[in-house]
């Protein structure tokens, strides 16, 4: 369902579990990026409406997923702060193409790896962390990456045909097994 070729190894969940701190500000940090990027799509595909309103739906659920970290990390002491971002992204995006429309059809499937890896994570997380009120925080976002995912996956769709989308889902979840396979040991939730 989560289109992801490889599964995260289980050293990411301990190394997660060891820098839990860490994580809790990465993931507010990613909720930020992911509506930021909804934001920037919109503005640089302004002839393709029907990306309009779903990415403006994801924009706002991002946000609020933010305040609910922010708010978390306030309940547990935690300072939001800046942070050195994991290259996992950056280097997931250098597999896009470069002439339209496949550059915005990869750029919607690598929002998609990346709203999978997430859900595959907090599922880890769901499953491995000791505070129960953390473990239902991650359980609860579980469904909303799920659907993040299928919405970028839908959307590249309406861009070519079906069988290329899937086909470069593909190449691209390789790509993005590749990156995880040499990932730095940053405590991320991408890394």
């Given amino acids: 369902m989560l289109n992801l070729v490889a599964p995260t190894a289980s050293a990411w969940t301990a190394r997660a579990l060891a820098h839990l701190d860490d994580v809790l500000v990465d993931h507010a ?13 919109m503005f640089r595909y302004p ?5 309009l309103e779903p990415l403006s739906r994801l924009a706002r659920e991002e946000l609020m997923h933010f305040e609910a970290v922010l708010r978390l ?15 996992y992204a950056g280097r997931l995006r250098r597999f896009t193409r470069t002439a339209e429309p496949e550059r915005l059809i990869d750029t919607l499937l ?7 890896r ?3 994570r907090f599922q880890l997380l769901a499953e ?17 990456e799920a659907r993040h995912h299928r919405v970028y996956v839908d959307l ?3 861009l ?24 730095s040991l940053l405590p991320r939730l991408h890394s």
């Fill in 29 to 41: 940090h990613c909720e930020q990026k992911a509506a930021g990027n909804n934001l920037r799509l």
């Fill in 47 to 51: 002839d393709h409406p029907f990306l």
């Fill in 73 to 87: 990390l306030a309940d547990r002491g935690i300072s939001f702060r800046r942070q050195r971002p994991a290259p």
């Fill in 110 to 116: 690598c929002c998609a790896l990346i709203e999978a």
């Fill in 118 to 120: 997430s859900c595959e």
């Fill in 128 to 144: 491995s962390v000791a505070d129960p009120g953390l473990a239902g925080f991650y359980t609860d976002l579980l469904a909303a």
């Fill in 156 to 158: 590249a769709g309406r």
């Fill in 160 to 183: 070519g045909p079906e069988a290329s989308i899937r086909t470069r889902l593909r190449e691209l979840a390789e790509h993005e097994s590749v990156i995880l396979a040499e990932a």
